[in-house]
């Protein structure tokens, strides 16, 4: 590594838990209605809210009925996202004059946006209007975060209530985390866009020749920047070009580039203090994120370091990669000469192990092992920060599991928080565990053995193969980035993976409001003399080895036969 990529990391790392105390805070109190500066602000709005929608502030929900509110909540967002590509031509704010999207891209964008998953088969800036953009993604891009943030607020009431029969108001949660907190920051991110030189505008796009010698090229213009400031804090990754965060309108200089990277992360880190806070015990939200921490550490030296090797094969026809006063070195493929190696590999980790999916270089161009980190981080179920919400009571999951295996190794009742973890509690952790690894393998399987799977490969063998899983991966996980040589706006894979998508949103959200319901009904028992300390380096290291290991054991066979096999192929003579 260079130095410029340890200096990079360093500075991202203290920036980012300086800032994730307060936020964390902030969070707590507004969800637990605390007075907050935002709060007496905003406090208006927020009664009127209530007032137009019928919403009893003071009524409270079971589990079950806050998991139907959810799912009705997305399911109205996703039928209004495909009622607005499908009419765009007829509709205003479309200056280019764009017809109605396809149906099965339609469907597939629409369900992207509701599980804020973001992945996109089109080029957006020839496919989507202004107003599908602002009305449709946009807004999107505000309520999957919110969905995900209060689901794991309630799982978080589950462990700090007890004998409760409810978590929470789904109608409640869902508006205090979006005036208090989303909408504040995105206004000043995207003020802030605007002012690096990212676009925001209405006017129709421009026409424009560099000189008498060359051809018109067309420059797209639009609101962009009151999406990006949505797309990065939310974790949402779907961008307004094509290109996403390589793109100068979206991502012009490198301090919006670090900015960007440090949004992503920003609420996944400030909701592990937030949890501490509302557990009353900090302690338990900064273990959960020093092993959030630690993996992604490791994580991103390794993307740096296979990336800045560059090609073995390049080598051996006497190709010099090495860096000099000309030249960046390593594998500048795909990658933008703005950014380069170091900030290209650290993007591509915090985006992969986030559930964004923001780019700014091209992941299908890495190595096969730079390749193999991104995958790798999906993989292990974005839960190392993880998407704003989704990562945490991701890591919940797996820190139950957690307790559960060390309670089986020392013959004892597990417990976390003072809650037993019993058979119940189990099977739903086995169930949002699983739910997702058995999507990406069964879809990757069905795609490799369908004619119309194997159509959309740009790619032969085990690259080709690497295409098609990261797609599911991608999916199932919710994250929404690609190798982009696989051909993916089709009737079968828009359809197939819609449904990866659908299934491995709410497929774990249910039974992560299960658990948090039952956690909640629960007494609350005294920590004993045989009850194991959940805040300490032994927890973080247990924490760190059931999220490694599940991860492992599920995909091990399948990453054999993609990155693996393809980094085994650039030896001598392959």
């Known amino acids: 590594m260079t130095t410029h990529a340890w200096l990079l990391l360093g500075l991202y790392l203290l920036v980012l838990l300086l800032a994730a105390k307060p936020l964390g805070c902030h969070i707590a109190d507004v969800m637990e209605g605390r007075p907050s500066l935002a709060a007496r602000l905003g406090g208006g709005v927020e009664s009127v809210l209530y007032r137009l929608c019928g919403i009893r502030r003071e009524e409270e929900m079971g589990w079950l009925q806050y998991a139907l509110a959810i799912l009705l909540f997305n399911l109205i967002g996703a039928l209004a996202v495909y009622a607005l590509q499908r009419t765009q031509a007829w509709l205003p704010l479309n200056p280019q004059g764009f017809a109605n ?166 609420i996944p880190a400030a909701l592990c203090l937030t949890f501490g806070r509302m557990v009353g015990d900090m302690r338990q939200g900064w273990a959960v994120l020093m092993a959030m921490t630690l993996m992604f550490v490791v994580m991103a030296i390794v993307a740096m370091v296979f990336e800045q090797q560059g090609n073995p094969l390049l080598s051996g026809l006497g190709i010099d990669q090495s860096i000099t006063a000309f030249q960046p070195g390593g594998n500048m493929e ?25 780019v700014n270089a091209m992941h299908d161009s890495f190595m096969p092992l730079g390749g193999f980190v991104t995958m790798w981080d ?104 690609a190798f982009a040589g696989l051909s993916a706006n089709t009737p079968f894979y828009n359809n197939l993976l819609a449904i990866a998508m659908w299934f491995g949103r709410f ?39 059931t999220v490694v290991l599940i991860g492992a054991l599920n995909y091990v066979p399948a990453l054999a036969l993609g990155p693996v096999v393809e980094h085994l192929m650039l030896g001598p003579g392959n």
């Open 507 to 545: 497929g774990v959200m249910v039974p992560v409001l299960a658990l948090a319901g039952s956690l909640a009904a629960k007494k609350r028992i005294a920590p004993g003399a045989g009850t194991m300390p959940t805040h300490g380096p032994l927890f973080v290291v247990l924490l760190i080895g």
């Open 334 to 358: 795909g990658k933008e000469m703005r950014f380069g190696i170091a900030d290209s590999s650290l993007f591509a980790t915090i985006t992969t192990l986030a559930s964004c999916g923001a």
């Open 101 to 266: 999207v396809s149906p099965d891209s339609s469907f597939n964008t629409a369900i992207s946006f509701a599980t804020n998953t973001n992945w996109q088969g089109y080029s957006g800036e020839s496919t989507m209007s202004y107003l599908t953009q602002m009305l449709g993604l946009t807004v999107q891009n505000f309520f999957s975060a919110a969905t995900a943030i209060v689901v794991v607020v309630a799982l978080i009431r589950g462990f700090s209530r007890h004998t409760a029969k409810t978590v929470g108001n789904a109608w409640v949660d869902l508006s205090r985390i979006t005036l208090y907190v989303l909408l504040p920051i995105s206004l000043v991110y995207a003020v802030f866009l605007v002012g690096q030189g990212a676009i925001q505008n209405f006017d129709a796009y421009k026409d424009v020749t560099a000189s008498a010698t060359m051809s018109t090229q067309s420059l797209p213009m639009g609101p962009v920047a009151s999406q990006e400031a949505i797309k990065m804090l939310g974790t949402n990754g779907g961008g307004f070009f094509n290109a996403n965060s390589a793109h100068p309108y979206e991502n012009p200089t490198p301090l919006s580039d670090f900015i960007q990277m440090l949004s992503i992360f920003l």
């Open 378 to 481: 999906m993989m292990l179920g974005e839960v190392v920060f993880g998407g704003v919400g989704s990562g945490l009571y991701g890591m919940l999951v797996f820190a139950v599991m957690a307790v559960f295996i060390a309670g089986l190794m020392i013959g004892r009742t597990p417990e976390y928080l003072g809650k037993k973890i019993e058979a119940f509690e189990m099977k739903m952790v086995s169930i949002a565990i699983l739910v997702t690894p058995l999507l990406v393998l069964a879809g990757a399987a069905i795609a490799v053995m369908a004619a119309d799977g194997i159509a959309g490969i740009a790619n032969p063998g085990a690259h080709g193969f690497s295409e098609i899983l990261y797609a599911f991966t991608s999916a199932a996980n919710n994250n929404g980035s």
